[in-house]
């Protein structure tokens, strides 16, 4: 019979070979007709499932909360002076982007591997607490620069609020605010985060909803899917402020000299041996 030649490449998220472009199967009409939405089309292409109404409400409102978070934040600062370098907006976007990672905004799947390995070894959150010190790690998901107990997170509080309101059940939620009792009892500023508290709230939605397997739960963890909602919600800030400079028709940004610290410029002196 034939010999198949073997593919070199396998997708098996969307098909546009058809009369109609689909989404995991499901036809771009169904997906208007349906009112899916945004957290409709994420669920089909990037977990390649229907997820039930609670779980596509989360994930448009994660994405909503971390949309923006003013200039300052290390990720707009670099848009912002991509931009005024004048370049481009795929330039200044993934300059902004290129700051996520473990200290901003990329701190969910780490966040989520980290309290749930803890959750479901038993650990109490003061145990859990005290293997980090002990092992000199930070808690992925705790911890921020401004926000602190005095000082609170509202978009946190809007989550927590939400979550307890809607899922049918939160159990990785109520540790991570157990934990968060217990760091912010050491030092105010180390509040469940943004990043944490959407992770947390992700493997109730990945545990609970029916709609995956344990293992399932854990792989789309190990793979980076946490991660993705803060770099796909904090993009369209990044293009925002791009944009938002472009108007401005800002100039070059040049650091105000004053503001850096020239220090240790004497010469090196190396010995030379022989
Ligand atoms: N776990 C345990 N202890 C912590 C943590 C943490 N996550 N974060 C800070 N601390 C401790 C520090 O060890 C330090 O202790 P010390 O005073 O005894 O030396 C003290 O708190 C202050 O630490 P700083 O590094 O000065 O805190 P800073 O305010 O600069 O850092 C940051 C904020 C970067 C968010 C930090 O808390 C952190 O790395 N957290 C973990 C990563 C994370 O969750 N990032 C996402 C932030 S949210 C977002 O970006 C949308
Ligand atoms: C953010 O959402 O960008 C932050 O919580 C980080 C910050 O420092 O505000």
């Given amino acids: 019979g034939m010999v198949r030649k073997p593919a070199a490449f396998i997708s098996t998220i969307s098909d546009e070979r058809g009369s109609e472009l689909m989404y995991s199967g499901v036809k771009i009409s169904e997906v208007f007709k349906s009112e899916m939405g945004i957290g409709g089309v994420i669920s089909l292409l990037w977990f390649k499932r229907r997820l039930p109404a609670y779980c596509t409400k989360f994930i448009e409102m994660a994405l909503m909360l971390t949309a923006d978070h003013g200039p300052a934040v290390s990720g707009a600062m670099n848009t912002i002076i991509t931009s005024r370098a004048g370049k481009d907006l795929v330039s200044s976007l993934v300059s902004g982007l290129l700051t ?5 905004g990329g701190a969910l799947d780490d966040a989520a591997k980290t309290f ?9 959150p003061r145990e859990f607490v005290d293997e980090m010190r002990r092992a000199n790690k930070l808690i992925p998901g705790i911890g921020h620069k401004i926000k602190s107990v005095t000082n609170p997170d509202f978009r946190v509080q809007v989550l927590v609020e939400h979550v307890k309101r ?31 508290c959407l992770a947390v709230c992700f493997v109730d939605l990945l545990r609970d909803s029916g709609a995956f397997t344990p293992e399932e739960a854990d792989e789309y963890i190990k793979i980076g899917t946490l991660n993705g909602i803060f770099v796909l919600g904090r993009s369209i800030g990044f293009i925002g ?24 410029l004497e010469e090196s002196r190396v010995l030379a041996k022989g």
Avoid: C, W
């Avoid at 996520?100 to 901003?104: K, Q, T």
């Avoid at 749930?116 to 038993?122: L, V």
């Avoid at 402020?241 to 105000?256: F, I, V």
């Fill in 100 to 104: 996520i990672g473990d200290r901003f």
């Fill in 116 to 124: 749930s390995q803890a959750k479901d070894r038993g650990l109490t």
């Fill in 166 to 196: 809607e899922f049918p059940s939160h159990s990785m939620l109520d540790y991570a605010l157990a934990v968060q009792s217990v760091t912010t009892a050491k030092k105010d500023s180390l509040i469940l985060n943004v990043d944490g």
């Fill in 241 to 264: 402020h791009h944009l938002d400079q472009k108007r401005l028709k800002a100039p070059l940004y040049r650091h105000p000299a004053d503001d850096i610290f020239l220090g240790g």
